[in-house]
């Protein structure tokens, strides 16, 4: 059977918070009474609801991970990362005070990049556990790739990326996208990644021309360092209270317009990233623009504020619903031929997410 889809209505979110509240609350209490173990329940739990709200053309999703799968995740890169590391730093820290500090050295280099590697790795098997939790249709997605050739990939792309001045960002970014979906699939349909980097370029230059206005600003505002800025003498005819107030707002400035520029460059770039991607004969969209997540984000911040920070327990629904929201998906799909997913599937869940605290997107 084929469905033609069309992409304001192929996405729907239809939980709401009161609902979700008793889950919320029951996860922060168990979590605190199980000194954070119960997290990994929680997460499941959280998992489960949100998906089950979730409905993608003409069916519910469903979450088939359990907390007990993140649970043995967790404690597999605890035995297998977590005590060579460790065995790294001691060993590092015993070579120095036995004057090998050049050894020392070495392994902490070794210890950086090993960790390095690990959180790319941890960003495809993180996504690729998530597709092959994620049911529709009694069908799952997944990947046969085991991702640690993606940490090769992430690593010399992230240098390359920050080489030159970080010009090549948008393209270290992009490039990574592009790799990591290509090798994903849904059913027996693989996606299909295109995006491109050159669209994010202005913006992204955005965030050398803020320095610069900062570098002109400080300069009116070198009096109050003796009138003197890389040895030109400059005047200024404001009191030096004024000018340390005006230094002052201008520097927090500065960071505050870095991170809402950081913002609309990844509006732009998450809808370059899913505006080029493909299902079969599916094409998705997002069409969430900045000022959509400025309010998420200014919205967060009041909601966290305004309840002491208790309100942080909504954030994750806060942001499932603005992701699923703005998803769209237009064209056809052949739901007779989309079949079983024959991609393995993971007995173990986000462990190296955990470890590394980086998500899928």
Known sequence: MTDDVDAQASFAFEGNWRAYAPIAFTNLLLTIVTLGIYRFWATARTRRYLWANTRFIDDWLEWTGT???LFLGFLMVLVLIGLPFLFLQFGAQAL???????LAGVLTIVAAFIIFYFSGVARFRALR????????HGIRGGSDDAGWGYGVHYMWRTLLG????????????MSLWNRRMNRMSFGSEPFVAHGRARPLIGRFLLFYLAPILFVVLAVAMAGTYGGHLAGVRVTSSFPPFLRVIAFLVIFVGVYVLLGLIALAYYAAFLREAIDNLTLGG????????TDDWLALFFGDVALVIGTLGIGAIFLEYRH????ITHMGAAGEIYTDQLTQSQTRTDRHG??????FDVGAF
């Open 282 to 289: 599916l094409q998705f969209s997002f069409e969430a623009n």
């Open 96 to 102: 120095i005070l036995q004057g090998h500090a050049a």
């Open 350 to 355: 986000e462990g190296l997410l955990d470890a």
């Open 67 to 69: 907390g007990k799968e």
């Open 320 to 323: 499932w619903k603005f992701f």
């Open 129 to 136: 556990y998530r597709l092959s939790r994620t049911w529709w």
């Open 162 to 173: 920050y080489l030159p001045l970080g010009l090549l960002i948008p393209w270290s970014m």
